[in-house]
């Protein structure tokens, strides 16, 4: 991982990528997941998972990431599944020290499951000022823990 991994996270979210498909597809691509395969496989998680305003895209995205650092033949190992999930925690432990939360309808003020504040948001600009943010951090984060 190279310390412009999370500029470049944030270029894609501000080319039209979703913040789960922006976080996914640069960081996957360390891992051997293809871009447009991580675009794909990402897509449901933006907006707090399919505008539910859930947990944030940002982090979804680096979760999949953290999940795709455990070797292929460790997946049934209980103790390589705990490590992959304490990596996990210490993402979440950090995303939220910096953000207050890791919920997208706290994260950017606005309930995105109600198709006006979605629509409101979007006028306001609101995902383009915070939403690059969060990218930003997720990165940032990632980036210390691989």
């Known amino acids: 991982m190279t310390p412009k991994r999370a500029d470049e996270a944030v270029d894609a979210f501000k080319r039209g990528l979703s913040c789960s498909q922006a976080i996914f597809s640069v960081y996957g691509k360390d891992l051997g997941v293809d871009s447009e395969t991580a675009v794909k496989i990402a897509s449901a998680f933006g907006a707090g998972v399919a505008k539910t305003g859930e947990i944030c895209g940002a982090v979804s995205g680096a979760l999949m990431v953290i999940g795709l650092t455990q070797r292929p033949e460790d997946i049934h190992d209980a103790s390589s599944r705990e490590k992959v999930y304490a990596k996990a925690r210490k993402f979440l432990d950090e995303f ?35 939403c690059s943010k969060l990218v930003r951090d997720a990165g940032e984060i990632l980036e210390e823990l691989l």
Do not use: I, M, W
């Open 96 to 130: 939220t020290a910096r953000n207050a939360s890791v919920h997208c309808t706290e994260l950017v003020g606005y309930d995105l499951s109600d198709p006006k504040q979605f629509a409101e948001a979007r006028e306001k600009k609101v995902f383009a000022t915070r």
